[in-house]
């Protein structure tokens, strides 16, 4: 049997953070370039997010991106054109690891739930590609 071809999406992966118990309450800690692949350049977080709703609905071409339900929980859907996955994310120690390239969409969100992002660059509208069928034509032609 062939083996399958690995695609972008195999180097999404969930990472665990290192977590310091203590019966006054529990602390997970992240360091750029050790607990995370990239450099984080800017912070952003989802919350107040209505029951049903969705976000996400993008890819980025460049940037690298870390998601963590700092409370509550809700799933990450990724998809690289040729394959989808989803990760239900629940624990504040956990993150989504997502290099570019990655269609994602987040929903399911529970009440008064927290999605922080830890992201390689600063806001840029140039590297969304936020229409589907153009992601599509972008996996076709390598993103040229
Ligand atoms: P968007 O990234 O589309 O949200 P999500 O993927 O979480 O659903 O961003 C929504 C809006 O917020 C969009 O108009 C751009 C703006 N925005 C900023 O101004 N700065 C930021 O750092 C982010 C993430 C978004």
């Known amino acids: 049997m062939l083996a399958e ?21 529990n602390l997970s800690f992240i360091e750029e370039n050790h607990q995370i692949p990239f450099q984080i350049k800017r912070v952003y977080y989802l919350y107040d997010v209505p029951s049903g709703a969705t976000r996400g609905g993008h890819a ?6 870390m998601i963590i339900a700092l409370s509550g929980s809700f799933d990450v859907i990724i998809d690289d ?13 956990y993150g989504l690891y997502i290099p570019p390239r990655v269609w994602r969409e987040l929903e399911n969100f529970s009440s008064n739930s927290v999605a922080l992002s830890l992201v390689s660059e600063v806001y840029d509208e140039t590297d969304y590609v936020r229409d589907y069928q153009a992601f599509k034509r972008l996996v076709l032609n390598g993103w040229q």
């Open 5 to 25: 071809k690995s695609t972008v999406l195999d180097d999404c992966r969930i990472i665990d953070f290192p977590k310091v118990t203590d019966y006054r309450g």
């Open 60 to 65: 980025h071409r460049a940037l690298h991106q």
């Open 81 to 93: 054109g040729l394959r989808k996955q989803s990760f239900f994310l629940n624990r504040p120690h």
